[in-house]
């Protein structure tokens, strides 16, 4: 027994002996490198996306998780989100600029700068990373040209110098240009793929993935738990879907659909409140609601905005309750106008209100509070032309002498009626009230 386990030994230990005499690899799985596509702004979507599928990446031990990258830039707490989640990974991350003619402007420099290897295909640009911010309410653009000229204002500066603190952080964490990466945020300048790889921005030009993933096989990465040999000769790519999540997140976070959901909800409650019932108009305007606050808690929101906006919605429904010639109307409309106008804090063109949106729901909510609630309040308070409400204090005629109770004309019927007094045929009775199918009477003074 001992000398079959001796000879399998031997067996084991000659066959591993000549394996590295000769260079011979054991044969093992391929190594799996995921693919994930940001194309377009970064956002609270974008980062959502990315986020999750790092964190599957992990759970799976993805050996790579390459992000295709093609952006003009973005929110800077969606794009902190990617970067956090990049500096903290157990999976290397390649971003990589591409295809030929994209870009990783502002937001997408960041993100390429965090990643622990940064490659651009040719023909592609990076840089333009100057904070973006919004210019006073009410201040001309001459006035805001000579004051750029003479000084930027302190929270520009403040602005400019976390984001510069932040980018070299990010540069000297994974060696690269410091300077330049200043630079680009102080001046918003740019740089193409060749220039980026000379000034030590970028680490690869790759024509395509499969020539990416070509020069990383061998590339050594430092993660925090240590170096890790990327082996990517026979790596299994799998392209990540964004899926409905994505989708859903990109839809109720586009600022206009944001808006218009808020502006469902409120009216749905509204018209709930006023003429209670089955509940649908509650229901949808719970529903939208609830979508609206997820997607402004997602977004930049400037809540002075957020506050003129209810504030003129609420001096609307007033003149519709209590006219006043005008006066809370014509506020209420300004008023939902300037929040409309101020409720995303955001000079980015991808999260701005459209104007053409905010008129025509504007128009229409002057229309709806001012006219329609006001006609309706007007019907309510009419008189009622109709039904037992409508009998009372109308003329009935007796239609003989009756003391006590008789039979009376009223709205084209015969009625049973009880008096207090004596009664005349073809006297004038007015109708004070209704038991049933029993009026109750009294002589007409009138």
Avoid at 41 to 67: G, K, M
Avoid at 167 to 175: F, M, N, T, Y
């Amino acid at each position: 027994m001992n000398s079959a386990v001796n000879k399998r030994f031997e067996m084991m230990f000659w066959l591993v002996l000549l394996m590295v005499l000769f260079g011979i690899k054991p044969l093992q799985a391929a190594d799996k490198v995921w693919v994930a596509t940001i194309h377009g702004a970064v956002s609270p979507a974008s980062a959502d996306y990315f986020v999750r599928t790092l964190e599957r990446a992990e759970n799976e031990q993805i050996s790579l998780l390459v992000l295709k990258l093609d952006t003009p830039g973005g929110l800077d707490a969606s794009m902190r989100q990617i970067i956090k989640a990049i500096l903290a990974s157990k999976v290397p991350v390649a971003t990589y600029v591409a295809p030929s003619g994209s870009r990783a402007a502002s937001a997408g420099t960041y993100i390429l700068y965090a990643s622990h290897i940064s490659a651009m295909a040719p023909a592609t640009n990076v840089g333009s990373s100057t904070p973006v911010t919004m210019r006073p309410a009410g201040m001309p653009q001459q006035q805001e040209d000579e004051e750029q000229s003479s000084q930027q204002s302190s929270m520009e500066k403040k602005l400019i110098n976390d984001a510069v603190a932040y980018i070299r952080g990010l540069a000297e964490l994974r060696g690269r240009n410091a300077d330049w990466a200043e630079e680009t945020v102080r001046e918003a300048v740019s740089l193409s793929a060749t220039d980026a790889l000379e000034q030590g921005v970028t680490d690869f030009i790759a024509a395509d993935l499969d020539h990416l993933l070509m020069q990383l096989d061998g590339h050594t990465v430092t993660l925090d738990a240590g170096d890790v040999v990327l082996q990517l000769a026979n790596a299994e790519v799998t392209e990540i879907e964004t899926g409905w999540r994505y989708d859903l997140l990109s839809l109720i976070t586009d600022p206009n659909v944001a808006y218009l959901l808020l502006m469902i909800g409120i009216y749905g409650l509204i018209l709930e409140f006023y003429n209670p019932g089955v509940g649908i108009a509650g229901v949808v305007g719970v529903i939208s609601l609830l979508l609206a606050g997820f997607a402004l808690h997602m977004l930049p929101v400037n809540y002075a905005g957020l506050a003129l906006l209810v504030v003129g919605m609420a001096l609307m429904i007033g003149e519709a309750f209590s006219p006043s010639f005008g006066i809370l109307g014509i506020g209420g409309l300004i008023a939902f106008v300037a929040g409309s106008i101020f409720l995303m804090d955001s000079d980015l063109p991808a999260y701005q209100i459209s104007m053409p949106l905010i008129i025509a729901l504007a128009a229409s909510s002057f229309a709806i509070f001012v006219f329609v609630v006001g006609a309706a309040l007007k019907a309510r308070q009419s008189r009622i032309v109709s039904g037992q409400e409508a009998i009372i204090g109308s003329v009935a005629e007796a239609l003989a002498d009756f003391q006590g109770a008789g039979r009376v004309m009223a709205t084209g019927e015969h009625w049973l009626a009880e008096s207090t007094q004596p009664v005349k045929r073809g006297q004038k009775l007015r109708i004070t009230g209704i038991d049933g199918l029993i009026l109750r009477v009294e002589p007409d003074e009138e």
